[in-house]
Structures are given as C-alpha cells and as structure tokens.
T-cell receptor
Framework: GEDVEQSLFLSVREGDSSVINCTYT??????LYWYKQEPGAGLQLLTY?????DMKQDQRLTVLLNKKDKHLSLRIADTQTGDSAIYFC????????????FGSGTRLQVQP | DAGVTQSPTHLIKTRGQQVTLRCSPK?????VSWYQQALGQGPQFIFQ???????QRGNFPDRFSGHQFPNYSSELNVNALLLGDSALYLC?????????????FGSGTRLTVV
C-alpha cells in the first residue's frame, strides 16, 4: 500500500466540507476507489472512478481525478458527525490482476 | 440480502498454532478475496479464489493458504502463527465477470497471536 499515499488525519467542523487527498504512482492504474471504515467494522465502498473520467458526483460526495499529477480527491459536502471514520483510497493497477492496492487511510474527525 | 459474512469475529491464538477463518460471499458473487489489515495500516491483498482455485496471490508466505468450496464460501488457513500475524482479516467478494465496480467487504476477523 506504500505506493498509494494519503495524509493521516483531517479534522473539520460539522457542516463544513472535507477534502481527502490521495496520490498514486502507477500510471497504469485504471480504476480508483474510496472506501470508508468505521471503528470495528469492515470496509464500505463509497464510490469509484474510472481513469477516463475527471470527476464523479454522488449526492454529498465528489471525486476528482488528475491523471497528470496522479492525484485523487474525495470531497464530502456538509460533513456530519456520522462521517467520522477512516477513508481509504484504493487502486486496481492491472485489470488482469483484480487486486486492490490500498493507501494507509486518512482519519476524518468531525467536530460538532 | 446478507452481505459478506465472516466467522469468527474475534480469535486469540498462541504462537506456532494454526488458525482457520471462514467467509461466505454476498449472494450472487462467485469470487472471494482475502486481505490482511494490520493496526493503523491499509489492507494488504493475500489471495483470490474463483472456481475453487487460487487465481492470484499477494506477497505472503505459503504459511497462508486457502480454499473455496462449491457454494463459493472460502476459508483462510494460517500455519505456524507468528506474533506479526495479529491483524484484522477481511474477506471481500465480487462477481468474477464484473469485479471492477467494487468489492463487497465483510466486517472481518480480528486475530490476536500471543
């Protein structure tokens, strides 16, 4: 997972927007994902984007992909306390392999 | 519709022992992958099973082995446990013919080796 990098921690106030960033190094990555993990739980798929897209929006979530800089971001609008969790960026580098490579995760803390 | 179910939820083993973890995939999914998540880290891919065969493998020693049954459920076996095997083990399922829309993960088995 070291080839997918994320900042460790982000703190925001309830109602603000959160932006979680991720960089990846493999230019062959074609599928990129955001997963959410709450304490003691497994991983919940939030959204994904294919490399032929620049942006994807799904309700409060917006994913931006900058292939030139190998940068992926997840924006959460109107962040709620229930959004407090660890967010993982993941990639599938080789569609033949189908294995996910994860970053180390960003802990999002939402303060009331 | 049950998602991915894993058992047991928690397990404590002694160094040198062997352990078996179990996973039932989401209904309609025929492919099972296993991941190891150490504390404070992202999950690491162990291996993937489809049609009862190991199809891909990550960078894990052969102490880690698995099996898939005709009903698509799967087991992960770890022999000669080391302290460093302590982790959350996650099972993920997907359809073989359309995996790229995301895997469904279970809640994991927390393994502690003492």
């Amino acid at each position: 997972g070291e080839d997918v990098e994320q900042s460790l921690f982000l703190s925001v106030r309830e109602g603000d927007s959160s932006v979680i960033n991720c960089t990846y190094t493999d230019s062959s990555s074609t599928y990129l994902y955001w997963y959410k993990q709450e304490p003691g739980a497994g991983l919940q798929l939030l959204t994904y984007i294919f490399s032929n897209m620049d942006m994807k929006q799904d309700q409060r979530l917006t994913v931006l992909l900058n292939k030139k800089d190998k940068h992926l971001s997840l924006r959460i609008a109107d962040t709620q306390t229930g959004d407090s969790a660890i967010y993982f960026c993941a990639e599938i580098r080789d569609t033949g392999r189908r294995a996910l490579t994860f970053g180390s995760g960003t802990r999002l803390q939402v303060q009331p | 519709d049950a998602g991915v179910t894993q058992s047991p939820t928690h397990l404590i083993k002694t160094r040198g022992q062997q352990v078996t973890l179990r996973c039932s995939p989401k209904s309609g999914h025929d492919t099972v992958s296993w991941y190891q998540q150490a504390l404070g880290q992202g999950p690491q891919f162990i291996f993937q099973y489809y049609e009862e065969e190991e199809r891909q493998r990550g960078n894990f020693p052969d102490r880690f082995s698995g099996h898939q049954f005709p009903n698509y459920s799967s087991e992960l076996n770890v022999n000669a446990l080391l302290l460093g095997d302590s982790a959350l083990y996650l099972c993920a399922s997907s359809p073989w013919d359309s995996p790229l829309h995301g895997y469904t993960f279970g809640s994991g088995t927390r393994l502690t080796v003492v």
